[in-house]
C-alpha cells in the first residue's frame, strides 16, 4: 500500500512563474490536506480537501494560491507569480475519514525554491 | 489566540538515557494531542496520539502524558538510540477535522 505520494519531490521557479504541486493520497483516503513549511519555521495548516470540495481553506495565502482535488487525479497546489517568500516545503497529508482524531499520513513534501 | 510551544533549543543527551520533550499550549482545551517525528527533508511521520481522558500512552519505547490542567504534554523516549535522532513535533486539532496546528518542534540528538 504506498504511501502520501507527491511530485516534484524538488522545485526551481523562477520569479512569477507558477508552480504546481501534486498530491496523489494513500489509497482509501478521501481527504486531503496541504501544510507549508517555511525555512526555520514549524508547519502551517494551509488547506482541506475532499474530493471536488474545498473543506476548509483558513490557512491559504488569499492571492495567488489555489487548491483542488478532482474526482479523478491527484490533488494540486498551484502558486501563481511565485516570490522569494514562496520558497518553502509543502506536505501534503491525507486521511480516510474527517473526523478528529483520524491518524493523518504525510507525505515526503515538494521543495519549493524561488530564484 | 492559540499558541503551541516546544522547547526550540536542541536536546542533546547521551546513548541509553531518557529523553524528555514538553509540549505547553495555551488559550484551548483540546481533545486530543499529536506527536510527530520528522528527519531532515523528510515529511513528519505520526508516532502517538493521546486523548483528553487518557493521562498516559505507551508504545513500546515511546510514552506520552497529557496534563489538561497544565496545558502540557510530556514525550518520553527510554534507552534512547542514536537513530532516535529527529526533531519531534506536537500538534493539536484547533478547529477540530484533522486540521492540525504544529508547534515548532524541538530537535534530539543522541550521542553514542
Known amino acids: 500500500n504506498a504511501g502520501v505520494m507527491q511530485n516534484p519531490r524538488h522545485l526551481v521557479r523562477r520569479r512569477g512563474q507558477e508552480a504546481r504541486l501534486r498530491c496523489s493520497p494513500m489509497?482509501?483516503?478521501?481527504?486531503v490536506y496541504w501544510y507549508r513549511q517555511l525555512p526555520e519555521e514549524g508547519l502551517k495548516f494551509m488547506v482541506y480537501?475532499?474530493?471536488?470540495?474545498?473543506?476548509?481553506e483558513s490557512g491559504m495565502p488569499k492571492e495567488r494560491f489555489s487548491a483542488e482535488f478532482p474526482k479523478e487525479g491527484p490533488s494540486i497546489l498551484r502558486i501563481q507569480q511565485v516570490v522569494r517568500g514562496d520558497s518553502a516545503a509543502y506536505f501534503c497529508?491525507?486521511?480516510?475519514?474527517?473526523?478528529?482524531?483520524?491518524?493523518?499520513?504525510f507525505g515526503e513534501g515538494s521543495w519549493l525554491t524561488v530564484v | 489566540s492559540q499558541k503551541i510551544e516546544q522547547n526550540s533549543e536542541a536536546l542533546n543527551i547521551q546513548e541509553g538515557k531518557t529523553a524528555t520533550l514538553t509540549c505547553n499550549y495555551t488559550?484551548?482545551?483540546?481533545?486530543?494531542l499529536q506527536w510527530y517525528r520528522q528527519d531532515p527533508g523528510r515529511g513528519p511521520v505520526f508516532l502517538l496520539l493521546?486523548?483528553?481522558?487518557?493521562k498516559e500512552k505507551r508504545k513500546e519505547r515511546l510514552k506520552v502524558t497529557f496534563d489538561t490542567t497544565l496545558k502540557q504534554s510530556l514525550f518520553h523516549i527510554t534507552a534512547s538510540q542514536p537513530a532516535d535522532s529527529a526533531t519531534y513535533l506536537c500538534?493539536?486539532?484547533?478547529?477540530?477535522?484533522?486540521?492540525?496546528?504544529f508547534g515548532g518542534g524541538t530537535r534530539l540528538m543522541v550521542k553514542p
Open positions: 497529508a491525507s486521511s480516510p475519514g474527517g473526523s478528529t482524531g483520524n491518524t493523518i499520513y
Open positions: 489509497k482509501g483516503h478521501s481527504h
Open positions: 480537501l475532499q474530493k471536488e470540495n474545498i473543506i476548509d
Open positions: 488559550n484551548y482545551s483540546p481533545a486530543y
Open positions: 493521546i486523548r483528553e481522558n487518557e
Open positions: 500538534a493539536l486539532d484547533i478547529n477540530a477535522g484533522n486540521m492540525l496546528t
